[in-house]
């Protein structure tokens, strides 16, 4: 039965999945920018300016939204869950802050001269305020992940009558698992990114854009999910290796272990039965998982039934793992494959243009999926082994949290369509605007030659 409990944990999913949308395209979405910026300085060719121009747009709509959603998910912290800071206040409280003094007023401050400036300022101003706001969104996600990461990990800190002190603030920011999170994170940020580029300038030439700036764009995005796939993977499994020494039941629901084995396999598929403790319809390869997580053929992993009463719900976190994997599984092959053919200067054709504007979003649901592991992962523990989700949460009436939680949801609902339809004008008016090239690009992004008319006003299109 959805009890108070239950309810605000569904509310605050449902913050956070919907806040975390536009955090994960700004964070990579501005460096790319500034690359974009950097190579319009260096080599003068409006194309990079028009494709600045257009993406810059996206920038902004994505902020707009991230700093509308940020404000509502804070709120929850003291109507859903006022234990939280009555017991980690001290903790949470100056995590928080550090993260709206070092990033969100240093993104705000140069926001305004990004978007506005671009006429008013000098170029190198300009660069330097969109660098400015790269490390402003850079430093958001570090100060975030560390207060994530220590509810995960907790280290650095004393319990004095049931309040938590800090006594290193160090051991707090660095917390054992928070460089591999938040290197996982930044990483999971660009790939949501480049396939979001990729996707739109994708649906942009498949209608006929014929312009030379979706197509610059799109092979930029292709190279780095080329790189960024892999390296994911790599970084994954560290990640995987911490989350072991840390929270071995966490791993036990990923892989869906039952029973302390060494030489546990890799499952494919399996329907967890909680109630009986065991799994239906196993597709595994053998010894693989241990071969995975302790590099080791017969390797040993501890199962869930050595941690019963203590461990999180395993069909959430258990389909959720392998729906993240399976999407990145998936960018690897496309980014791999459509980087080689656009390397070797073949046009994409339809089925493949569609194919990657498929996979848009496909950064959003492997993000959510991995958030979802890593938070229900946790349960039934808000803050490790310090603060349990039951003893945080508000005493209001049932019926008080199921309104508010409807709400949200439909809020939330009406934004992200708007959201998606106002990316889906941009980019349609994008298509029909007339350009004036005046250079034509190499894959490098160095000029060939001239194919059209010079105009005075090409540095200064109204698309891309």
């Not at 840390?246 to 302390?260: I, N, Y």
Request: proline share 4%; with cysteine; hydrophobic share 50%.
């Amino acid at each position: 039965m959805l009890d108070t409990l239950m309810l605000s944990r569904m509310q605050f999913a449902a913050n956070i999945s919907f806040h975390i949308l536009f955090p994960t395209i700004n964070i990579a979405l501005c460096w790319v920018l500034l690359y974009f910026k950097v190579k319009h300085d260096r080599t003068q060719n409006p194309v990079w300016m028009r494709i600045y121009r257009f993406w810059v747009k996206v920038f902004a709509l994505s902020f707009a939204m991230g700093v509308v959603s940020g404000i509502t998910m804070s709120f929850q912290f003291g109507t859903n869950w006022p234990g939280y800071m009555e017991t980690v206040g001290n903790i949470a409280g100056p995590l928080l802050g550090y993260e709206v003094l070092t990033a969100f007023f240093l993104e705000a401050t140069f926001l305004g001269v990004m978007l506005f400036g671009i006429n008013r300022v000098s170029s190198r101003v300009h660069t330097f305020s969109t660098l400015m706001v790269a490390i402003g969104t850079s430093f958001s996600a570090f100060w975030i992940l560390a207060l994530d990461s220590w509810m995960q990990t907790p280290a650095g800190f004393e319990m004095r009558d049931g309040v938590a002190y800090v006594t290193s603030w160090w051991d707090v920011i660095f917390n054992p698992s928070f460089p591999y999170r938040l290197a996982h994170m930044l990483i999971a940020s660009g790939l949501t990114t480049a396939f979001f580029i990729a996707g739109i300038s994708a649906y942009r030439l498949r209608k006929g854009d014929t312009k030379l700036a979706p197509k610059v764009a799109l092979k930029t995005a292709l190279y780095m999910a080329a790189v960024l796939a892999p390296l994911q993977a790599f970084v994954g499994d560290l990640h995987g290796l911490n989350t072991l020494e840390h929270q071995p039941q966490k791993v036990a629901a990923m892989e869906g272990v039952w029973e302390t084995q060494e030489g546990a396999p890799l499952l494919l598929f399996a329907i967890p039965d909680e109630e009986s403790r065991e799994n239906h319809f196993e597709i595994g390869i053998p010894k693989l998982a241990s071969l995975i997580l302790t590099h080791e053929m017969d390797g040993e992993i501890k199962g869930l039934n050595d941690f019963e009463g203590d461990h999180p719900p395993v069909k959430a976190v258990f389909f959720s793992f392998r729906v993240m994997v399976g999407i990145g599984v998936v960018m690897i092959i496309v980014a791999w494959y459509f980087s080689y053919l656009t390397y070797k200067n073949k046009s994409l054709v339809r089925w493949q243009l569609r194919t990657l504007e498929i996979l848009t979003f496909s950064g959003w649901v492997a993000v959510l999926a991995g958030w979802y592991v890593t938070e229900i992962g946790r349960q039934p523990w808000l803050v490790t082994g310090v603060l349990a989700t039951a003893d945080a949460v508000t005493t209001q009436p049932t019926g008080n949290v199921l309104a508010s939680f409807i709400t949200y949801l439909c809020v939330y609902a009406g934004l992200l369509w708007a959201y998606i339809h106002t990316l889906r004008v941009m980019a349609r008016k994008s298509i029909t605007v007339e350009e004036f090239e005046t250079k034509e690009l190499s894959p490098t992004g160095n000029t060939l030659a001239n194919n059209a008319t010079p105009n005075k006003h090409a540095t200064e299109p109204q698309g891309a």
